[in-house]
């Protein structure tokens, strides 16, 4: 099974501030990576799929990068909605999750 | 509009064999390549990926739950059924289930819609 590894766990950070969450696949999953926000009590929502397209709807202050083994989710400046859990996905082979980030407010 | 709702208990005892339905409108399951899964929260802890059934009934488990899971559709319902034997208080967990759409170039596709979450609380 591809296990995937989330960096930091925790993120502390301002409205405005530039972040950067990283994410590592066991072996290479090619492109085949998602990146989901979770807010308290509420479902994950689907901001990236195949490493860097956006999905419809969300807004372009989040970008992902990445192939291979090592991705990285970056939010160009941080809104007060954006406070929330992420979580990377493969899915080239079946799924695993992250172990998650929350980014919270300094 | 796509919706889906998980539905079952809010409480099961150790070693009693959970059922949950999702039940989905806004598109079918016997369109080509359509897939629904099953993922799992426990509080506080990630996301884990349970089970997918895809629009040609082929199924797919969690290799370290494989065993426990069974995942089914009624596709007349718009239903997909997922059970989990011998449940146990680690299975406490808030259950989603999701849509994987199909992709025109048949490449994989990750999960785009998702239900509010079931919480399921595992104590005798």
């Known amino acids: 099974d591809i296990q995937m590894t989330q960096s930091p766990s925790t993120l502390s950070a301002s409205v405005g501030d530039r972040v950067t969450i990283s994410c590592r696949a066991s072996?290479?999953?090619?492109?085949?990576l998602a990146w989901y926000q979770q807010k308290p009590g509420k479902a994950p929502k689907l901001l990236i799929y195949k490493a860097s397209t956006l999905e419809s709807g969300v807004p372009s202050r989040f970008s992902g990068s990445g192939s291979g083994t090592e991705f990285t989710l970056t939010i160009s400046s941080l809104q007060p909605d954006d406070f929330a859990a992420y979580y990377c996905q493969q899915y080239s082979s079946l799924y695993t999750f992250g172990q998650g980030t929350k980014l919270e407010i300094k | 509009q796509v919706t889906l709702r998980e539905a079952g208990p809010a409480l099961v005892k150790p070693t009693q064999t959970l059922t949950l339905t999702c039940t989905f409108s806004?598109?079918?399951?016997?369109?080509?390549?359509?897939?629904v899964s099953w993922v799992r929260q426990p509080p506080g802890k990630a996301l884990e990926w349970l089970a997918r059934i895809d629009w040609d009934d082929d199924k797919y488990y969690n290799t370290s739950l494989k065993t426990r899971l069974t995942i089914s559709k009624d596709t007349s319902k718009n239903q997909v059924v997922l059970t989990m034997s011998n449940m146990a208080p680690v299975d406490t967990a808030t259950y989603y289930c999701?849509?994987?759409?199909?992709?025109?170039?048949?490449?994989?596709?990750?999960?785009?819609?998702w239900g509010q979450g079931a919480l399921v609380t595992v104590s005798s």
């Open positions: 999701a849509r994987i759409p199909p992709d025109r170039y048949g490449n994989s596709r990750p999960f785009d819609y």
């Open positions: 072996q290479s999953i090619s492109s085949w």
């Open positions: 806004g598109f079918s399951l016997s369109t080509r390549a359509m897939c």
